[in-house]
């Protein structure tokens, strides 16, 4: 079973950038498809980004493809979210998920293994 912690969360102003990193320990990260997801206040966890176990593909949500990147490193069981152009919409409780396949999905109730969350908030 893998444990994840993402970190790299923070108040950045709109037009700004960050990075979120996720570490993951317990598993074998290199066979888990990870996904990003994010929940705002009053709304429904949704899907931002998603990478095969390889790191081949991507998946990237409408509202974020052209400013995020999603990539990961397995030799350091870490995978990151790169938001450059952020907008106040993205202001978010930012996840982590891994799921035990090659695939991953942009349903979050097909990924078992989630982190604690991270808080970013872009101020306009």
């Known amino acids: 079973q893998v444990q994840l912690v993402e970190s790299g969360g923070g108040l950045v102003q709109a037009g700004g950038s960050l990075r979120l990193s996720c570490a993951a320990s317990?598993?074998?990260?290199?066979?888990?498809?990870m996904g990003w997801f994010r929940q705002a206040p009053g709304k429904e966890r949704e899907v931002v980004a998603v990478?095969?176990?390889?790191?081949?593909?991507?998946y990237y949500a409408d509202s974020v493809k052209g400013r995020f990147t999603i990539s990961r490193d397995n030799a350091k069981n870490t995978v990151y979210l790169q938001m450059n152009s952020l907008k106040p919409e993205d202001t978010a409780v930012y996840y982590c998920?891994?799921?035990?396949?090659?695939?991953?999905?942009?349903?979050?109730?097909?990924?078992?293994?989630w982190g604690q969350g991270t808080q970013l908030t872009v101020s306009s």
């Open positions: 317990g598993g074998t990260f290199s066979s888990y498809a």
């Open positions: 990478i095969t176990s390889d790191g081949r593909s991507t």
């Open positions: 998920a891994g799921r035990p396949w090659r695939y991953g999905t942009v349903s979050y109730t097909d990924y078992p293994y």
